[in-house]
């Protein structure tokens, strides 16, 4: 079982969502938590429930992630910090584009440079990276997001190749509509949006997504399981479109 081979995990995007149940996951299997996000609030409450370590930082910051990193020797990192600006891509704004490629992929492009090595060296580390369908499928939405995120699929792969020989393990979770507050936090936080996203729809819980990662860390060490694909079962990626020229 791996997870007592493990120690410590550092979380990003932890005051929240998907990543606060990781955080309360890995807590579970006795596993020091080191758990990112700018909200100390959140932060604390959650380090006060489960006894992680709260670093209230924005994951863009460079100085503080390199310092963190050089601190503590990590296990397990989970790359999970993410956000979202939808609108179609002829009317993207430009900041908006800077904090996707910031948050979603540079952010991740450094703590997998910064920890990686380390796990390469020791010969013991598993990278969790949580990308989306948006990596996979076209659908209506943000390219930009979708861009990102495919980035941080293609990145998985690669850094299997990066540590090739070693027990580095890597993870990509790529769920579909996951039941969070990541809709009022990208759409505004109101009874439509809920109602647009959540309401009356069976959606995986952000625990459900937690244990998936659970349950890959836990695989024996010989185990590498590369790609996790999570979505409601009432829900489809895809789709096809033709236009007539005419518009008709
Ligand atoms: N929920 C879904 O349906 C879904 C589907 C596919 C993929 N995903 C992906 O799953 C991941 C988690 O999503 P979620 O649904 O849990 O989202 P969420 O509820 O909106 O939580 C996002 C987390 O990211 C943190 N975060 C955002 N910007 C940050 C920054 N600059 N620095 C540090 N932390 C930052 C937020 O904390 P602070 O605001 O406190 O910093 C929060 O803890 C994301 O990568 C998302 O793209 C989610």
Known sequence: ??????????????????????????????????????????LAALAARTGCIAHAMDVTDLAGITRLTGEVEFDILVNNAGVDRPRPFLKAEAEDIDLLVDVNLRAVLHLCRLVVPGMVSRDRGHVINISSI????????????????????????????????????????????????????????????????????????????????????????????????????LQVPGGLSTARPDGA
């Open 1 to 42: 079982m791996p997870f007592s081979d493990y120690r410590t995990a550092l979380v990003t995007g932890a005051s929240a969502g998907i990543g606060a149940a990781v955080v309360e996951r890995l807590r579970r299997e006795g596993i020091e938590v080191h758990a990112l996000a700018r909200s100390a609030d959140a």
């Open 134 to 233: 948006a990596a996979a499928y076209n659908f209506g939405g943000n390219s930009t997001y979708h861009a990102t995120k495919a980035a941080i699929s293609m990145l998985s792969r690669q850094l299997r190749i990066d540590a090739f020989g070693r027990r580095v393990r890597v993870t990509e979770i790529c769920p579909g509509r996951v039941a969070t507050d990541i809709f009022a936090h990208v759409h505004g936080d109101s009874p439509e949006i809920h109602e647009r996203f959540i309401r009356g729809f069976e959606l995986p819980e952000a625990m459900d997504i937690a244990d998936a990662i659970a349950f890959a860390i836990a695989a024996p060490v010989a185990v590498n399981i590369g790609h996790m694909e999570i979505t409601p079962t």
